[in-house]
């Protein structure tokens, strides 16, 4: 019986293995091509002369491994750069403020009391369920009205006031045990005391959350930069990767892996808060 058991979880680690290596095919393609010269690339991916019951040889490992499209990004091509902190114009302000706007519209639907508080939420639920199409419309009305409509915070106020933030961080202050909330009331601190120095050290993680999933959500925006912002030079980095994709393709490996860079490091130091912050809001409802 036990010989049957350590087969049967052999088993399932050889499928699980499988299962993650052609998940992460793509991106294991991306990164090696990335590697590769201008030429090779063109080898792997040309038609040129093929029959109709011809295939393409494709070479997952370089033949001679080169940074030549990584220099040609970063030197040659200055234009690359200038999207990039356009991104990070972008999301920086955007993770910030719905970390500020989050934390304490979390608190005042948690612990305080006021009437029309519950309907209030169940409304920022319905616009959390809604999809994006449906809200593009009524952000860009209010846009126009504000007069922002082709600029950066067409993009940034709606991603500020997100209510993915304050939905997780009410579940995750829902968890937390209501003695230490009592506890500082006793002791005399203001509401404005116990959210600072009570609740927020103990939703740091809920926080750290919240920050990487919107910052993994708006780092890869495309739709919005699109209709929001007219002019191309201010547009981010997401959307000049398609032109990219459309000229050089080896260029557009080495762009891909440096633009998915910043988030695979935050997502590797992170990881335990995320993992932490989503489990936790999901034990109170």
């Known amino acids: 019986m036990k010989k049957i058991r350590t087969m049967k979880r052999k088993i ?8 993650a290596v052609v998940y992460m095919m ?10 590769m010269g201008s030429g090779e690339v063109e080898n792997n991916y040309s038609v040129d002369g093929l029959g109709a019951d011809e295939y393409v040889v494709m070479d997952i490992v370089p033949k001679k491994a080169t940074l030549s499209q990584y220099v040609s990004l970063l030197f040659d091509s200055p234009v690359y750069l200038h999207m990039f902190w356009n991104s990070v114009k972008i999301v920086a302000p955007i993770v910030l403020g719905q970390i500020f706007v989050s934390a ?42 504000m007069g922002i409509s082709d600029s950066c915070l067409a993009v940034i106020l709606p991603g500020i006031f997100n209510p993915l933030g304050v939905f997780l961080l009410r579940q995750f202050m829902k968890s937390m045990p209501d003695a230490y909330i009592e506890a500082a009331k006793v002791d005399g601190a203001k509401c404005g005391q116990i959210f600072l120095w009570v609740v927020l050290p103990m939703v740091k993680h809920g926080i750290a959350a919240v920050a990487m999933l919107t910052l993994l959500d708006y780092w890869n925006l495309v739709d919005q930069a699109v209709i929001f912002i007219q002019n191309s030079e201010a547009q981010p980095l997401s959307v000049f990767l398609a032109k990219i994709n459309s000229g050089e393709l080896g260029i557009a490996f080495a762009g891909s892996c440096f633009y998915a860079l910043p988030v695979l490091l935050v997502l590797l130091y992170g990881q335990e808060y995320l993992k932490n912050g989503i489990a936790i809001t999901g034990l109170k409802g």
Do not use: H
């Open 12 to 19: 399932l680690c050889m499928l699980f293995v499988v299962i």
């Open 26 to 35: 793509p991106l294991i393609i991306t990164f090696t091509n990335s590697f």
């Open 104 to 145: 304490p519209a979390a608190y005042a639907f948690t612990v305080l009391k006021f009437r029309g508080k519950e309907g209030l939420f169940f409304l920022y639920m319905i616009v959390m369920l809604l999809p994006l199409q449906v809200t593009l419309m009524p952000n860009y009305i209010v846009a126009d009205w």
